[in-house]
Structures are given as C-alpha cells and as structure tokens.
C-alpha cells in the first residue's frame, strides 16, 4: 500500500509536470493571444485552452496512477482536476492584465489587494511568475484532493 504522503508527491509531481506541457507544448497560440481578451472571444479561448490542458493531465494521472500503482479513486481524481481547471482558468483569464493600474480581472485586483502593484506596473515578468505561483499553489490544493480516504 503506497503512504498517502507518497501518493501526494507524486501526484504533485505528475500535475506540475502535465501543467508545464499542457500550459506550454499544447496550449495553442490563437488560445494563449486570446484567452484574456474580455467577452465571448477570451471566454472560449480560455476555455480551450483549459480543456487541452486538464485533457493532458488527466491522461498522465491515469497512466502514473496505473504504472506507480497509486491506487487514487477517480472521484477524487475528478474533484482534483476540477479544482486544477477552474482555478486555472481563473487565472488564465488575467492574460495581458497585470499591468492594468485599474484591474479588470480577479487575480489580479487580488495581486493589488497583498501589495504587487507596483511591482506589476514596473516589472513586465512579474504577471507571469504570480500567475504561475497561482498554479502551482492551486495543483498543491488538487494533489491533496486526491490522495488518501477510500480508494
């Protein structure tokens, strides 16, 4: 029986790695130029985006759950990846908007709200590196969504 704090890290580590592939080799680039565009047009290509990218996380839960023997149950896989797509998303939906003085989006009002501001007007980087920090915040929550209780 693999311990649920063997389970964690390597499901962290699956959905970090299937982030990076799917956030970067399978994201399309009309999907990257659009998905923060405000309106139906950033909405869909958001949406896209987020499904190519649950899609390839999914498939390498699946294949590490089975060659790793995990033994994670698929409702919670379901809630984990869930929890990993909305809240990408969520962040995904800032694309383009860091550097709004006045912000537009969530994450990013919430980016001003803890102090960021003027790193975000000044520094170009600085959006990119919160909105992944987000990420791989978030894939921490969803890893521990998914391990331990009934398999």
Do not use: F
Not at 24 to 30: C, G
Not at 61 to 78: C, E, H, I, T
Not at 109 to 127: C, T
């Amino acid at each position: 029986m693999t311990s649920r704090a063997a389970q964690y890290a390597a499901v962290y580590a699956v959905l970090t790695a299937s982030h990076e592939v799917g956030d970067y080799w399978v994201q399309q680039d009309r999907d990257a130029v659009a998905k923060g565009k405000p309106g139906r047009e950033g909405r869909i290509a958001c949406a896209r985006h987020v499904t190519t990218y649950t899609v390839t996380q999914g498939l390498a839960l699946a294949a590490a759950n089975r060659r790793l023997r995990l033994g994670l149950g698929w409702r919670r896989m379901s809630v984990g990846l869930t929890v990993s797509a909305v809240t990408h998303y969520l962040a995904d939906r800032s694309a383009g908007h860091w550097q709004e003085e006045k912000p537009t989006t969530r994450l990013v009002r919430l980016a001003h709200i803890k102090g960021s501001k003027e790193w975000l007007v000044r520094d170009p980087g600085a959006g990119p590196l919160l909105d992944q920090a987000w990420h791989k915040g978030c894939l921490a929550v969803a890893a521990a969504l998914m391990v331990g209780g009934r398999r």
